[in-house]
């Protein structure tokens, strides 16, 4: 899933940029705050998926976005932090909540009225594939390499066999498919943008995440009126899938994984995005009785070897970034 402004998406989600050099020691030990991050983020494609049997994909989305703007609104006010200052900040904190959350969560909750939870987690896992391809336009600090462009042609021959190419798609709709795919790209672009328009702006990562949440949750609350109408009925299951899915999979996850990064480095952090897909493809086939062929987990592994080569750097380059604090693509 995504990760707000001032952060690197993990899958896209997406890993937080860490704030301070010094290493955070935490009650809890870092495997074990891991695997709940990696079973949250599995687990979200399950809500979206149960959330839409009651609800309209952006009703869905909206209670997402509300939840988890008032863990992280919490979170500001327990730790006493300010909100960021400026109208450029605000501004590009707009373009980032439509670009890493409203449009992606909402393409996420529309494909899942067509595709299966498990065939959109795997979709998911291919955003390192997308970030790859759009730092190499969009940074010109990135540099492609033999290495990067096979990991990301192998990644998308694994979303081939994902989706049967060779048998007509194995009967998935092309059409959630295809926007399951566009929001990892909007991953992929809206973390582009955060770093083109947002590093070192001076405001804490959890200010400008809380901000963006804010502001998107703005854009949808506006948008979803227009295109919805008030549900008739709240079961109970649904109304906690979305409440789930907010308060957990968009606002505690996030403090989870900014607590990580601050205490192991943001490639710790990074690698949740290759246990994301196992976990959302275990719950919808064992909880949501979603049929799964031989061609999806090896697709998805083949996606994540791909994911894996596009992360990988020269190791100059990696120390380099390492020294300066800087996150690793």
Not at 97 to 109: D, R, T, V, W, Y
Not at 134 to 161: C, H, I, K, N, Y
Not at 260 to 285: D, H, N, R
Request: hydrophobic share 55%; glycine share 10%.
């Amino acid at each position: 899933m995504s990760v707000p402004a001032g952060l690197r998406p993990a899958t896209a989600p997406p890993v937080p940029a860490p704030g301070a050099a010094t290493p955070v020691r935490r009650a809890v030990d870092w495997r074990i705050r891991f695997t709940v991050l990696g079973l949250i983020w599995g687990f979200s494609f399950l809500f979206i998926k149960v959330g839409t049997e009651a609800f309209a994909p952006l009703q869905v989305t909206l209670g997402r976005m509300v939840f988890g703007t008032v863990v992280l609104v919490a979170a500001l006010i327990v730790k006493r932090d300010r909100l960021p200052r400026g109208k450029w900040a605000w501004l590009h904190l707009t373009v980032a909540a439509l670009l890493l959350n409203a449009l992606p969560f909402s393409l996420f909750a529309y494909a899942e009225l067509t595709i299966p939870s498990t065939l959109a987690g795997i979709c998911n896992a291919t955003t390192p594939l997308w970030s790859m391809v759009v730092s190499v336009v969009a940074l010109s600090e990135d540099r492609p390499t033999r290495q990067r462009f096979a990991g990301v042609g192998l990644g998308f021959l694994g979303v081939l066999t994902v989706l049967g190419a060779w048998q007509g798609f194995s009967g998935q709709d092309p059409a959630g498919t295809a926007m399951a795919l566009i929001a990892a790209a909007s991953y992929a672009v809206g973390w582009a943008y955060v770093r083109r328009t947002l590093a070192g702006s001076g405001n804490s990562n959890l200010a400008m995440s809380g901000s963006q949440l804010l502001l998107g949750t703005i854009q949808l609350a506006v948008i979803t009126p227009f295109f919805t109408s008030m549900p008739t009925s709240f079961p109970l299951l649904s109304v906690l899938s979305v409440l789930a899915l907010g308060a957990l999979g968009t606002g505690i996850a996030f403090l989870i994984q900014y607590g990580l990064v601050a205490e192991k480095g943001p490639t710790i952090g990074a690698m949740v995005t290759y246990l994301i897909p196992v976990v959302a493809t275990a719950a919808g086939v064992l909880l949501l009785h979603e049929r799964l062929g031989w061609n999806e987990p090896v697709g998805a592994a083949v996606v994540l070897a791909g994911a894996a080569l596009t992360q990988l750097r020269p190791r100059k380059a990696r120390k380099a970034r390492t020294a300066a604090g800087t996150p690793q693509p």
